[in-house]
């Protein structure tokens, strides 16, 4: 399988702006309904390495095993703030992300675009013409709809 070369006329581009709505439209990244439900599952997690820390035998801990809980449970809690506060934005430059790291690609990079709608979250793949793909979430109505078009567009530019 192929993926398509060519990019969208610069009138398809202003169109497909037009489209998606004023601009900039930024949102959250994941819908609400994900971020709450990690946090309650890291609150559940929490309760649980602290009741068993409390209920094991007098005997002492392994050190080792003990410290690879807690780096466990601090990387859950950094994905789980990351995603309670990382933003997706369209703009006349591209898209954008706040994650770990940026999340970034400008409108003439964009080789070709996916839509694709998972559970727990509405994701839009980006092939650049570096042949990096770039994967952004879109937790709002007008993200996941912005989404369509611009896969839309893109799979359509190089047919």
């Not at 997690?45 to 007098?58: D, F, H, K, N, Y």
């Amino acid at each position: 399988m192929t993926t398509p070369t060519a990019t969208p006329a610069p009138e398809d581009l202003a169109a497909l702006l037009r489209a998606i709505g004023p601009l900039p439209l930024a949102g959250q990244a994941w819908p609400d309904w994900v971020r709450i439900l990690t946090w309650v599952i890291l609150a559940i997690l929490g309760v649980q390495v602290v009741t068993t820390a409390i209920r094991a035998p007098s005997q002492p801990f392994d050190t080792l095993l003990a410290v690879v809980v807690v780096l466990c449970f601090v990387g859950l809690l950094f994905v789980s703030w990351h995603m309670q506060t990382s933003i997706t934005t369209i703009d006349d430059h591209g898209l954008r992300q706040t994650w770990f790291t940026r999340r970034e690609v400008a409108w003439e990079d964009v080789r070709y675009a996916r839509f694709v709608p998972m559970v727990f979250s509405k994701r839009l793949v980006i092939f650049t013409h570096r042949g990096k793909p770039v994967i952004f979430q879109g937790g709002t109505r007008e993200l996941r709809a912005a989404f369509v078009k611009i896969a839309q567009v893109y799979k359509s530019s190089g047919s």
